[in-house]
């Protein structure tokens, strides 16, 4: 009876073992630039919060004509929810990496945290990357 208990304890251990590790490899792990990137230029704060409000006049008329519940609306709908998160860190004082940092979880979570698993880590990277550009010189 202990060796039947032991096999099955070991076979959960390895299990275990082995969905941290496919998890840890496959997971959605962004790296934002760091600040002290010499070929980063960053916009000043005020700059930053109007270059992100511009955006999202831009975002808001394009949303307007698309048809709700296509993959198109949807789309558009994560970018303005990833430009929103920006501009309320950047109003209450984070810094731009971490604010977009911070983005780019409410973007991957826009539908509740279950949402996170269907958004493709190219969709973020894409936000990620087009938030850098926007928000430095």
């Known amino acids: 009876m202990k060796i039947f208990c032991l096999k ?10 082995l ?12 790296e934002p630039a760091p ?8 916009l000043l704060p005020a700059e930053a919060q109007t270059a ?21 609306h ?4 994560r ?7 920006i501009l309320r860190s950047l109003v209450t004082g984070f810094p731009i990496v971490q604010a977009i940092e911070l983005a780019v979880m409410e973007a991957a979570t826009m539908g509740g945290a ?7 880590e190219a969709v973020l990277r894409d936000l990620h990357d087009e938030a850098l550009a926007l928000l430095s010189n």
């Open 8 to 17: 099955h304890l070991s076979r959960g251990i390895l299990l275990a073992f």
């Open 19 to 30: 969905l941290t590790t496919v998890h840890s490899a496959f997971g959605q792990q962004l």
């Open 35 to 42: 600040w002290n990137d010499p070929d980063i230029v960053w």
């Open 52 to 72: 992100v409000q511009a955006k999202m006049g831009q975002l808001e008329l394009q949303l307007a004509g698309l048809a709700v519940g296509t993959v198109q």
């Open 74 to 77: 949807t789309d558009m709908l």
């Open 79 to 85: 970018q303005i929810i990833f430009y929103k998160s």
């Open 114 to 120: 279950r949402e996170r698993t269907f958004t493709s």
